[in-house]
């Protein structure tokens, strides 16, 4: 019995850590989804290097600007702030370390400022200094 128990025990363990593997290093669910054509950066836009052209996803267009993210191979991730009018006045920002909770990073440029945060964070704080959530993994700030 207690060989049996042990043999359950290691068989849940193995599952629950596959499963955990499936999902991002990031914590933004969207790139845990099927890309479409909508999640290709435009011409003109190229991602790092260590950015798969099919690891970046379409999170929201808010005023004519499309903001994309990226999953980098090693676990980080890649924000992508790309003007309809003109794709190659955009601007782009990285982290290579994968983030467990809150603020992942701020791209400034052209458009709005922006930051991409994780599912679940609470911008009550960000949105009292005047960002406004466009998105559930983006915040802008008016210039």
């Given at each position: 019995m207690k060989r049996q128990l042990v043999s359950v025990f290691a068989a849940a363990l193995g599952a629950a850590?596959?499963?955990g593997g499936c999902s991002n290093a990031a914590g933004i669910k969207a790139l845990d989804r099927a890309a479409t054509v909508e999640d290709t950066?435009?011409?003109g836009v190229s991602a790092e290097s260590d950015v798969a052209p099919d690891a970046t996803r379409l999170l929201a267009t808010h005023d004519s600007v499309k903001y994309?993210?990226?999953?980098?191979?090693a676990g980080g991730a890649c924000l992508f702030v790309v003007p309809e009018a003109d794709p190659g006045l955009g601007s782009a920002g990285c982290t290579d370390s994968p983030t467990t909770g809150g603020e992942i990073l701020r791209v400034g440029g052209p458009a709005s400022p922006t930051?991409?945060?994780t599912d679940g964070f609470d911008s009550k704080k960000l949105e009292s200094e005047g960002w406004t959530r466009i998105h559930d993994n983006l915040l802008v700030k008016a210039k």
């Open positions: 850590l596959l499963l950066l435009p011409g994309f993210v990226g999953m980098k191979e930051t991409l945060v």
